[in-house]
């Protein structure tokens, strides 16, 4: 096997692979813990900004940009086809789904 990182003698880099599923989140307010989005993520690691075709359930509440729980905390903003989510506003687990 070659080694693909040049700094030192043995392979640092790992090579992300595509995973054989899907994940599908629930995605919470903080505050209140009200149910905001079901949401299908794709790929591993945190959940950053929620693209609007991926959301299946949609219980916020828009003001302009501003995605807001029923209970007035600030969950997130649209941007271009994604929301950008502020991450000391949620909590969100999920399971997962095989394709």
């Given at each position: 096997?070659?080694?693909?990182?040049?700094?030192?003698?043995?392979?640092?880099?790992?090579?992300?692979?595509?995973?054989?599923?899907?994940t599908l989140m629930l995605i919470r307010c903080?505050?209140?813990?009200?149910?905001?989005?079901?949401?299908?993520?794709?790929?591993?690691?945190?959940?950053?900004?929620?693209?609007?075709?991926r959301i299946t359930e949609d219980n916020s509440?828009?003001?302009?940009?501003?995605?807001?729980?029923?209970?007035?905390?600030?969950?997130?903003?649209?941007?271009?086809?994604?929301?950008?989510?502020?991450?000391?506003?949620?909590?969100?687990?999920?399971?997962?789904?095989?394709?």
């Amino acid at each position: 096997m070659q080694n693909s990182c040049p700094l030192i003698s043995q392979s640092c880099c790992i090579q992300s692979k595509v995973l054989p599923y899907d994940t599908l989140m629930l995605i919470r307010c903080s505050k209140c813990k009200t149910k905001i989005f079901r949401y299908r993520k794709i790929g591993k690691g945190r959940l950053w900004h929620c693209w609007l075709d991926r959301i299946t359930e949609d219980n916020s509440v828009r003001k302009g940009n501003e995605v807001l729980c029923p209970c007035g905390n600030v969950i997130g903003r649209v941007e271009e086809k994604w929301i950008k989510m502020n991450q000391r506003a949620i909590v969100y687990s999920g399971s997962y789904i095989r394709k």
